[in-house]
């Protein structure tokens, strides 16, 4: 797992010997609550936690919200990634308390990252329907089709939904021309990955 240079400076902080041992178990306890619970380091949620714990009273403040804003992103970095727990070294001499913290709250982590992305619908299912203007109010004779296209979504949150686009032979060739590209260029794509 790579990690930026700023972060590295604040895993170091985190592994020297300026923070005392209480301070830093109670930043780790407090980094892993906090993204656990889906409170980004310097959110007004993560501060207000932050000034709440008794262990880093007499902590450098500067210091220690430089340790806690890498470790955070360690955490995430390494939970986002699924990586595994011999691969978190980035704090030499007490990595060992990072390590064992990971594993007890991974599966929150992962749950918490999992609620907090983005998911678009799925096309699950296709109906459509060809519907003949024959005639209008102002023209006697039109003799037009309209296709119905009906999509069958599939939402994140497991419930589904129908969506109704109305479109001329055009717009509907236009789609399917599209749609054909889209699938070749995946077909590309899975090509070139094997």
């Known amino acids: 797992m ?3 240079e700023p ?3 604040g895993l170091a902080i985190l592994g020297g010997a300026d923070l005392g ?3 830093f ?3 780790v306890g407090l980094s892993f609550r906090n993204a656990a619970d889906g409170k980004a380091a310097g959110t007004a949620q993560a501060r207000a936690s932050f000034s709440d714990v008794k262990g880093l009273s007499g902590a450098d403040p500067v210091a220690t919200k430089t340790a806690h804003t890498a470790l955070t992103t360690l955490i995430y970095e390494a939970a986002k990634t699924d990586t595994p727990t011999s691969q978190i070294t980035s704090v030499p001499d007490r990595g060992s308390a990072i390590v064992s913290a990971y594993e007890k709250r991974k599966d929150a982590l992962r749950a918490t990252l999992g609620k907090n992305r983005i998911n678009f619908p799925q096309i699950v299912g296709l109906g459509w329907r060809l519907d003949q203007h024959i ?7 039109v003799k037009q089709p309209s296709y119905l296209l009906t999509l069958q979504l599939a939402l994140p949150n497991g419930k ?6 109305s479109c001329n032979y055009q717009e509907l060739s236009d789609l399917l021309a599209k749609l054909k590209s889209a699938v070749s260029r995946v077909e590309d794509i899975v090509k070139k990955k094997k």
């Open 25 to 27: 178990e109670a930043l």
């Open 21 to 23: 041992d209480t301070a």
């Open 7 to 9: 972060t590295l400076k």
């Open 135 to 141: 005639r209008s109010k102002a023209m006697d004779r």
């Open 160 to 165: 589904s939904e129908n969506m109704q686009v």
């Open 2 to 4: 790579e990690l930026a």
